[in-house]
T-cell receptor, first 112, second 115 residues
Framework: GQSLEQPSEVTAVEGAIVQINCTYQ??????LSWYQQHDGGAPTFLSY????GLEETGRFSSFLSRSDSYGYLLLQELQMKDSASYFC?????????????FGAGTQVVVTP | GAVVSQHPSRVICKSGTSVKIECRSL??????MFWYRQFPKQSLMLMAT?????????EQGVEKDKFLINHASLTLSTLTVTSAHPEDSSFYIC???????????FGPGTRLTVT
């Protein structure tokens, strides 16, 4: 079956660094995406990795190792507004539409 | 980035009635749209994939006769929850993908409450 595993919750203080790991087991793989979702809001796209390595976008970075079926999202210089749920998602390449399968989400709580 | 809208943002209906939710891509043509359902504190569960002009593909366990999807144009997809029941109360989110893109653009979601 298909599964994505990520920690359920992480708590950190402002200014800290948080790493959210994601391991996946899917029938097809076309890339790993990360989305942020605030309570009551829609998911917003953060990053996408199709190839191994690190992608950096401002304070957020994402890493992928396809051989290990593993990736992570790194949040640096945490701010209060970063308190949200973070989802990893695998783009399933088994059909031409590339539908996303989401992990259960990691609740990041940033404290003063 | 691309903009996807949903309407209504919130709806309350009585058990047994039907509710239609619209999803529009405002500034790009969406060849494929996806419908998700999200219960509180849970992940997004894909319900179905729709391509413009063809029948939707439903995920296992999703009743196609209950959740009617129509993707009549490259900018509009609709989800109709027929004969809604309280257990259908959820947050319904659509997303749209353009051609060749690696990103899905999510709508703001529709909060459905069935009383």
């Amino acid at each position: 079956g298909q599964s994505l595993e990520q920690p359920s919750e992480v708590t950190a203080v402002e200014g800290a660094i948080v790493q959210i790991n994601c391991t996946y087991q899917t029938s097809g793989f076309y890339g790993l995406s990360w989305y942020q979702q605030h309570d009551g809001g829609a998911p917003t796209f953060l990053s996408y990795n199709a190839l191994d390595g690190l992608e950096e976008t401002g304070r957020f970075s994402s890493f992928l190792s396809r051989s290990d079926s593993y990736g992570y999202l790194l949040l640096q210089e945490l701010q209060m507004k970063d308190s949200a749920s973070y989802f990893c998602a695998v783009r399933d390449g088994t059909d031409s539409w590339g539908k996303l399968q989401f992990g259960a989400g990691t609740q990041v709580v940033v404290t003063p | 980035g691309a903009v996807v809208s949903q309407h209504p943002s919130r709806v309350i209906c009585k058990s047994g009635t039907s509710v239609k939710i619209e999803c529009r891509s405002l500034d790009f043509q969406a060849t494929t749209m996806f419908w998700y359902r999200q219960f509180p504190k849970q992940s997004l569960m894909l319900m179905a994939t729709s391509n413009e002009g063809s029948k939707a593909t439903y995920e296992q366990g999703v009743e196609k006769d209950k959740f009617l999807i129509n993707h009549a144009s490259l900018t509009l997809s609709t989800l109709t929850v027929t004969s809604a029941h309280p257990e259908d109360s959820s947050f319904y989110i659509c997303s749209a993908a353009g051609t060749g893109g690696n990103e899905q653009y999510f709508g703001p979601g529709t909060r459905l409450t069935v009383t």
